[in-house]
């Protein structure tokens, strides 16, 4: 499973074995002061994006970097029917999705960290 927790003033999101060779990514740190929004967001089977170094198996698994008109998202989530999304700015992405175990408490737990730094200066 997917972790995504807060140390100091970022968002550390750490992948699996397994998910880091599928996503060709070990895992992201973000400031938190980059963190624009988080919330969750439900599993959508329509994929309309050109996959760069990623993988992605319909209806299995979808994990990597997915080239949007709006710029580039990292996915790493499989059977989930609810995921959390994290809008950045400043940033090499524009959006991070990810499978939680507890996405509703982990995205709302984000997101008061985000905008506590965004109001502090952070």
């Given at each position: 499973m997917r972790t995504i927790g807060i140390e100091g003033d970022e968002v550390v999101i750490e992948f699996t074995q397994w998910d880091k060779i599928w996503a060709f990514s070990s895992g992201?740190?973000?400031?938190?002061?980059?963190?624009?929004?988080?919330?969750?967001?439900?599993?959508?089977?329509?994929?309309?994006t050109k996959r760069l170094p990623g993988t992605y198996w319909p209806n299995k698994l979808m994990a990597g970097t997915f080239l949007?008109?709006?710029?580039?998202?990292?996915?790493?989530?499989?059977?989930?029917?609810?995921?959390?999304?994290?809008?950045?700015?400043?940033?090499?992405?524009?959006?991070v999705v990810v499978e939680v175990g507890h996405p509703e408490a982990t995205a709302e737990k984000l997101d008061i960290a985000a905008r506590e730094a965004?109001?502090?200066g952070a």
């Amino acid at each position: 499973m997917r972790t995504i927790g807060i140390e100091g003033d970022e968002v550390v999101i750490e992948f699996t074995q397994w998910d880091k060779i599928w996503a060709f990514s070990s895992g992201l740190r973000i400031p938190l002061n980059q963190v624009r929004s988080v919330y969750t967001t439900p599993r959508s089977n329509k994929d309309r994006t050109k996959r760069l170094p990623g993988t992605y198996w319909p209806n299995k698994l979808m994990a990597g970097t997915f080239l949007l008109v709006e710029g580039k998202e990292l996915r790493n989530f499989r059977k989930a029917p609810v995921l959390v999304k994290l809008e950045l700015t400043d940033h090499k992405f524009r959006s991070v999705v990810v499978e939680v175990g507890h996405p509703e408490a982990t995205a709302e737990k984000l997101d008061i960290a985000a905008r506590e730094a965004r109001a502090s200066g952070a």
